[in-house]
């Protein structure tokens, strides 16, 4: 069974006001933090899902490469172009570019939920869920593609109409916590500090 690791960095970051995930966390990009974690459970292909303008920004990576032809078209739109490239994966573990505390572990115990019940596995957190941290199933690509040519964006649209394991998670893991704003970054960067 093939598992892919998909990094989503094509964003605008529009709310931060430049590429966010180049943004140095621990030594290292933001979006280094995501790949090193798929890396380190073996998936493969890795692919970094960005546009033409990025791409030159990120260090020359062992990955492959989704280039957006339409930018910021949104995660959904991502996910349903990257199943369609790639017709011999059947699970796709996307993770967002602005995580700084994803690791190999969390990307441990979600593979270890796949299951043929399934076509999406995401965690969910103080009954938030989170799909920008999880793995969807080669089964949902004909509702992803659905849902794209109906000019629908949303993430949770597609859960809604999927078999989806949702796996809970502490309220106090910082493994989702995503930088949107400056602000966001500030408090992060603050509260690594504090622990260094």
């Known amino acids: 069974m093939k598992i892919a690791g998909i990094i989503l960095a094509g964003g605008q970051s529009s709310r931060y006001g430049k590429p966010k995930m180049f943004e140095l966390f621990a030594g290292q990009p ?13 998936l493969s292909p890795i692919i970094i899902a960005t546009n033409a303008q990025l791409q030159h920004q990120f260090e020359q990576e ?6 957006d032809k339409q930018l910021h078209q949104g995660p959904l739109f991502a996910l349903h172009h990257i199943m369609t490239a790639y017709p011999d994966v059947e699970w796709f ?4 570019s602005d995580m700084p505390y994803m690791n190999a572990d969390f990307i441990k115990k979600m593979v270890g939920r796949i299951s043929d019940d ?12 989170q799909p920008l941290a999880a793995l969807f ?21 597609l859960l809604e109409q999927l078999r989806v394991c949702y796996v809970p998670f502490d309220d106090d893991d910082t493994t989702f ?10 408090q992060t960067r ?6 260094e």
Do not use: C, G
């Open 93 to 96: 573990f996307v993770v967002a």
């Open 62 to 67: 062992n990955v492959q490469w989704i280039i």
């Open 137 to 157: 199933r080669r089964t949902a690509l004909p509702k992803a593609q659905q849902l794209t040519k109906q000019n629908k964006r949303s993430m949770k649209v």
């Open 118 to 129: 399934y076509d999406a596995i995401v965690p969910m957190q103080a009954q938030k869920h």
């Open 177 to 186: 916590i995503n930088i949107n704003a400056q602000q966001d970054w500030s």
């Open 30 to 42: 933001l979006y280094k933090h995501s790949l090193i974690a798929l890396q380190k459970n073996q």
């Open 190 to 195: 603050k509260k690594e500090s504090n622990n």
